[in-house]
Nanobody, 119 residues
Framework: QVRLVESGGGLVQAGGSLTVSCAAS????????MGWYRQAPGNQRDLVAK???????DYAESVKGRFTISRDNAKNTVHLQMNNLIPEDTADYYC?????????????WGQGIQVTVSS
C-alpha cells in the first residue's frame, strides 16, 4: 500500500512564506515525478509545480519566481517552498507522485492540506 502524507500547511499573512512537504511510504520500486496540485473552493484542481526524478522542474505561471519545488530521493519526499504568498494562493494543496509498484505505474495522491493566506 503506497501512501502520500502532506504536512506543513496553515495560515499565513500575505507576503509571508510557508513550506508544505509530502512523504511517500509503503511498498514501491521507483518514484518518477512528484508534484503539487491545488484546488480552491469552486475551482478545478490545477497543477502548481512538478519535479522529475532527475530534478527537472515545471511551474504554473502564477507561481513562477515565488514557489520552489524540491525533492529528496533518498527520503522519498517532495517540498514546496512558497514565498511572497498572496490571498489567491489560498487552496487545498495535494501532493501527487507517479510510482512504480506491484509491477505497474500509477498516480498516487495525498489527502490534501489547507493553505490559507490572509490579506
Amino acid at each position: 500500500q503506497v501512501r502520500l502524507v502532506e504536512s506543513g500547511g496553515g495560515l499565513v499573512q500575505a507576503g509571508g512564506s510557508l513550506t508544505v512537504s509530502c512523504a511517500a511510504s509503503g511498498r514501491f520500486d521507483y518514484i518518477d515525478y512528484m508534484g503539487w496540485y491545488r484546488q480552491a473552493p469552486g475551482n478545478q484542481r490545477d497543477l502548481v509545480a512538478k519535479i522529475t526524478s532527475g530534478t527537472n522542474t515545471d511551474y504554473a505561471e502564477s507561481v513562477k519566481g515565488r514557489f520552489t519545488i524540491s525533492r529528496d530521493n533518498a527520503k522519498n519526499t517532495v517540498h514546496l517552498q512558497m514565498n511572497n504568498l498572496i490571498p489567491e494562493d489560498t487552496a487545498d494543496y495535494y501532493c501527487y507522485a507517479y510510482i512504480y509498484a506491484g509491477r505497474h505505474w500509477d498516480t498516487y495522491w495525498g489527502q490534501g492540506i489547507q493553505v490559507t493566506v490572509s490579506s
